[in-house]
């Protein structure tokens, strides 16, 4: 089988980015990118970048893509490259489909998509794998929902029943074929032999080697098939879920229900950019910048006062924006 050309797995990697940003849009970071213009994916890029540890392979995608090293302290300047994001938004909202990878990799930073970037997502997906899937995806076999032995099972029956009726047409020419080679390859061998002219020794070549062969041999072929179907759930469709306890988020099912009227803690498809998000107790000796003066400690308020939190994003119980802590902030509520 020949390896997938960088077209098609660039392909797959667009369509993968393009599934993760629809199961992300009406997450945490819905107003960014519910309805996503270069302006707010300005914004959140500045954010993701500003407030996590990015990987060197985020900073070459932010160098290559919009000319310039990212600076903490450049924020101002930043700002005013919005029309950079133009790809990205145009790619989102999928009204084009870019060339240039850097555009799709930057997307894959905003949603938070792994592996990424494209040679990374290259190295690691193995392209046969790929192709058979892609195939498989193709053909009435596929079935995205399969999640048990028995339905492995069902997948196996119903191809090996396809390939049962083509073969039974095959076998009775295979026969053929095959006594014939078994004549050819007896004549062959009559150096050392001494044979009556005009005898034939007929050879009588039986199915059942060959039924049991090719039984076996399609019956691997949809134990595989059924295997790539489950991975292809497991990595592009199945969902997880997370759901705000008090002051964290935990990892729930997506089919859990919540009982009660105004409760806060909503089901929310599983986003680990913010499932870290923590709410803090803190006091006049707490740590609310680093060395650079940036704030580390994020705000939101409430009908109730005021919450603190370790990050960014969007206070889980009121969808308020959180926001950087300042001077002003700390000595109305903290310092007292």
Request: aromatic share 12%; proline share 4%; net charge negative.
């Amino acid at each position: 089988m020949k390896p997938m050309n960088n077209n098609t797995l660039e392909d797959l990697y667009k369509k993968a980015i393009k599934e993760k940003y629809e199961e992300v849009k009406n997450g945490d970071d819905f107003y960014f990118l519910n309805a996503p213009t270069r302006g707010k994916l300005n914004k959140l890029c500045w954010e993701k970048f500003a407030n996590n540890d990015m990987h060197s392979n985020d900073l070459n995608v932010f160098n290559s893509l919009l000319g310039l090293s990212f600076d903490i302290s450049s924020k101002k300047k930043f700002k005013q490259e919005t029309d950079l994001f133009r790809p990205v938004e145009k790619f989102f909202k999928g009204e084009t489909d870019p060339d240039k990878i850097d555009v799709v990799d930057m997307a894959a930073i905003l949603v938070d998509f792994n592996p990424r970037p494209f040679n990374k997502f290259r190295k690691e997906i193995d392209p046969e794998n790929l192709k058979l899937i892609e195939e498989l995806r193709n053909t009435k076999h596929y079935k995205p929902e399969i999640s048990s032995a028995s339905s492995i099972d069902e997948l196996e029956n119903e191809n090996f029943s396809d390939l049962k009726n083509e073969e039974t047409e095959k076998a009775k020419n295979e026969e053929v074929k095959q006594g014939e080679a078994a004549l050819i390859e007896k004549d062959e061998n009559l150096d050392s032999e001494t044979i009556p002219l005009g005898i034939v020794t007929p050879v009588k070549i039986g199915t059942e080697g060959i039924g049991k062969f090719r039984i076996i041999k399609y019956s691997v072929v949809a134990a595989v098939s059924a295997g790539l179907a489950i991975m292809i759930y497991f990595a592009f469709f199945q969902k997880q879920c997370m759901q705000w306890s008090s002051d964290h988020y935990e990892k729930v099912s997506c089919d859990l229900e919540v009982n009660g009227l105004g409760s806060f803690n909503v089901v929310e498809p599983f986003d680990k950019t913010v499932f870290d998000l923590k709410k803090i107790k803190v006091c006049d000796t707490t740590a609310f910048f680093n060395t650079n003066g940036e704030a580390v400690v994020w705000y939101g308020k409430t009908a109730n006062g005021i919450d603190f939190f370790n990050g960014h994003g969007r206070h889980p119980e009121n969808n308020s924006p959180l926001k950087p802590v300042t001077r002003y902030i700390l000595n109305k509520y903290v310092k007292k």
